[in-house]
Protein backbone atom coordinates (compact mmCIF):
# COMPACT_ATOMS: atom_id res chain seq x y z
CA UNK A 1 0.00 0.00 0.00
CA UNK A 2 1.67 3.67 -1.12
CA UNK A 3 1.08 5.35 2.29
CA UNK A 4 -1.64 8.61 2.12
CA UNK A 5 0.52 12.39 2.76
CA UNK A 6 -1.99 13.68 5.09
CA UNK A 7 -1.00 17.56 4.20
CA UNK A 8 -2.73 16.53 0.64
CA UNK A 9 -5.87 14.82 2.49
CA UNK A 10 -8.63 17.58 1.91
CA UNK A 11 -11.03 16.41 5.12
CA UNK A 12 -7.63 17.00 7.09
CA UNK A 13 -6.94 20.16 5.66
CA UNK A 14 -10.63 20.77 6.70
CA UNK A 15 -10.55 19.12 10.32
CA UNK A 16 -7.87 21.82 10.85
CA UNK A 17 -9.83 24.96 10.11
CA UNK A 18 -12.55 23.28 12.98
CA UNK A 19 -9.54 23.49 15.17
CA UNK A 20 -8.75 26.87 14.87
CA UNK A 21 -12.17 27.57 15.04
CA UNK A 22 -12.84 26.05 17.81
CA UNK A 23 -10.13 27.17 19.89
CA UNK A 24 -11.34 30.77 18.96
CA UNK A 25 -14.75 29.46 20.28
CA UNK A 26 -12.94 28.08 23.44
CA UNK A 27 -11.16 31.11 24.30
CA UNK A 28 -14.33 33.26 24.95
CA UNK A 29 -15.36 30.52 27.61
CA UNK A 30 -15.43 31.35 31.27
CA UNK A 31 -11.42 30.69 33.10
CA UNK A 32 -12.88 28.50 35.51
CA UNK A 33 -14.07 26.08 32.57
CA UNK A 34 -9.91 26.01 31.42
CA UNK A 35 -9.43 22.52 33.00
CA UNK A 36 -12.95 20.96 32.27
CA UNK A 37 -14.81 21.13 29.18
CA UNK A 38 -12.94 23.96 27.34
CA UNK A 39 -9.93 21.39 27.73
CA UNK A 40 -11.68 18.33 26.91
CA UNK A 41 -13.36 20.43 23.59
CA UNK A 42 -9.57 21.47 22.24
CA UNK A 43 -8.55 17.49 22.81
CA UNK A 44 -11.81 16.68 21.06
CA UNK A 45 -11.11 19.09 18.25
CA UNK A 46 -7.28 17.87 18.11
CA UNK A 47 -7.99 14.66 17.95
CA UNK A 48 -9.86 14.47 14.34
CA UNK A 49 -6.78 15.82 12.12
CA UNK A 50 -4.16 13.88 14.37
CA UNK A 51 -5.61 10.85 14.04
CA UNK A 52 -5.95 11.08 10.24
CA UNK A 53 -2.49 12.18 10.30
CA UNK A 54 -1.53 9.14 12.22
CA UNK A 55 -3.67 6.44 10.21
CA UNK A 56 -1.74 7.89 7.03
CA UNK A 57 1.30 6.41 8.31
CA UNK A 58 -0.06 2.88 8.44
CA UNK A 59 1.21 0.45 6.07
CA UNK A 60 -2.32 -1.01 5.10
CA UNK A 61 -5.62 0.47 3.81
CA UNK A 62 -7.58 -1.09 6.57
CA UNK A 63 -5.63 0.47 9.37
CA UNK A 64 -5.64 3.71 8.04
CA UNK A 65 -9.46 3.68 7.23
CA UNK A 66 -9.18 1.95 11.54
CA UNK A 67 -8.11 5.65 12.28
CA UNK A 68 -10.20 7.50 10.04
CA UNK A 69 -12.92 5.69 11.82
CA UNK A 70 -11.44 6.75 15.15
CA UNK A 71 -11.54 10.45 13.82
CA UNK A 72 -15.13 10.30 13.41
CA UNK A 73 -15.33 9.28 16.35
CA UNK A 74 -13.56 12.20 17.67
CA UNK A 75 -16.06 14.51 16.18
CA UNK A 76 -19.12 12.89 17.32
CA UNK A 77 -17.46 13.49 20.41
CA UNK A 78 -16.80 17.34 19.51
CA UNK A 79 -20.24 17.91 18.09
CA UNK A 80 -21.81 16.44 22.05
CA UNK A 81 -19.41 18.38 23.85
CA UNK A 82 -20.23 21.99 22.15
CA UNK A 83 -23.97 20.87 22.25
Known sequence: MKKHNF???????E??????????FTSNLPKEERYGITSQINRSAVSIPSNIAEGSGRTSNKEFIRFLEIAISS?????TQLI
Open 7 to 13: REIKIWQ
Open 15 to 24: ALVIVKEVYA
Open 75 to 79: SYELE
